[in-house]
């Protein structure tokens, strides 16, 4: 037996405090009776939301993958070189925020519908970490503008904004680490576009808690039960992120 506002966030519906509010609204049932708060429920039950019926899933698959370059994010099976078809994975997983194809590292993915809202969130700021190599020498001047804040124009994708203050922290000649709470479309790539430089390699090294590790290129792990308690605790929680450059 399991509570039914746990029931509909494993299933991926919503968070518990949601689902709360849509029992109480009357949209659930549960065997075709309306459903009451802090009632509880097993699989063999038939649960609704409206017209929808509801089926948790058997088994919450949290992975850590390591992107190679040249693979897409998407779940367009058309698209060749999609990360579903790359990764061949048993149970039916996606991903949990994009890498663009040139970029690699580390993705996040699940079954988890509830994990991937609560990650996505813009306004938790959850943090992402990438290692980045440029065609010119890194200066303390272009850590500074990277960290302070970038205006990245784009008329096609519909981008003029100035990036969030972010931490910059300079580690080789051509190399630099950045972490952004955000994630405008090849963000990295446009801000150091507007400040004159290329970007040559792009790795994502961590997402909030989890980190690539050792892990080589198409390899991928399930998340260990410590990794799996702080990325959930994690992503409840807003980040008001630590802002600024540093070297």
Do not use: W
């Given at each position: 037996?399991?509570?039914?506002?746990?029931?509909?966030?494993?299933?991926?519906v919503?968070?518990?405090?949601?689902?709360?509010?849509?029992?109480?609204?009357?949209?659930?049932?549960?065997?075709?009776?309306?459903?009451?708060?802090?009632?509880?429920?097993?699989?063999?039950?038939?649960?609704?939301?409206?017209?929808?019926?509801i089926?948790?899933?058997?088994?919450?698959?949290?992975?850590?993958?390591?992107?190679?370059?040249?693979?897409v994010?998407?779940?367009d099976?058309?698209?060749?070189?999609?990360?579903?078809?790359?990764?061949k994975?048993?149970?039916?997983?996606?991903?949990a925020?994009?890498?663009d194809?040139?970029?690699e590292?580390?993705?996040?993915?699940?079954?988890?519908?509830?994990?991937?809202?609560?990650?996505?969130?813009?306004?938790?700021?959850?943090?992402k970490?990438?290692?980045?190599?440029?065609?010119?020498?890194?200066?303390?001047?272009?850590?500074?503008?990277?960290?302070?804040?970038?205006?990245?124009?784009?008329?096609?994708?519909?981008?003029?904004?100035?990036?969030?203050?972010?931490?910059?922290?300079?580690?080789?000649?051509?190399?630099?680490?950045?972490?952004?709470?955000?994630?405008?479309?090849r963000?990295?790539?446009?801000?150091?576009?507007?400040?004159?430089?290329k970007?040559?390699?792009?790795?994502?090294v961590?997402?909030m808690?989890?980190?690539?590790?050792?892990?080589k290129?198409?390899?991928?792990?399930?998340l260990n039960?410590?990794?799996?308690?702080?990325?959930?605790?994690?992503?409840?929680t807003?980040?008001?992120?630590?802002?600024?450059?540093?070297?």
């Amino acid at each position: 037996m399991m509570r039914l506002n746990k029931y509909l966030s494993e299933a991926g519906v919503c968070s518990r405090r949601e689902a709360d509010r849509l029992i109480e609204s009357g949209r659930v049932t549960v065997d075709g009776k309306k459903a009451s708060p802090g009632m509880k429920v097993e699989d063999s039950q038939t649960v609704r939301v409206g017209k929808r019926i509801i089926k948790r899933a058997d088994e919450k698959v949290v992975l850590a993958v390591n992107k190679p370059v040249g693979i897409v994010c998407t779940e367009d099976m058309r698209v060749k070189g999609n990360i579903i078809r790359f990764l061949k994975y048993p149970v039916r997983v996606t991903y949990a925020g994009r890498l663009d194809k040139d970029s690699e590292g580390l993705l996040i993915m699940t079954n988890d519908g509830e994990l991937i809202n609560r990650m996505m969130r813009a306004r938790y700021r959850h943090e992402k970490e990438y290692k980045v190599t440029v065609n010119r020498e890194v200066t303390e001047e272009f850590l500074h503008k990277m960290g302070r804040g970038v205006r990245i124009q784009d008329k096609e994708k519909g981008i003029d904004e100035v990036t969030r203050p972010c931490q910059v922290t300079g580690i080789g000649k051509y190399t630099f680490s950045i972490v952004l709470t955000q994630g405008l479309n090849r963000q990295i790539r446009r801000m150091c576009g507007a400040l004159g430089f290329k970007v040559t390699r792009l790795v994502r090294v961590r997402i909030m808690n989890i980190e690539l590790g050792a892990m080589k290129p198409g390899e991928y792990r399930k998340l260990n039960e410590q990794e799996l308690k702080e990325l959930y605790e994690q992503a409840e929680t807003e980040n008001a992120g630590t802002g600024g450059a540093f070297k």
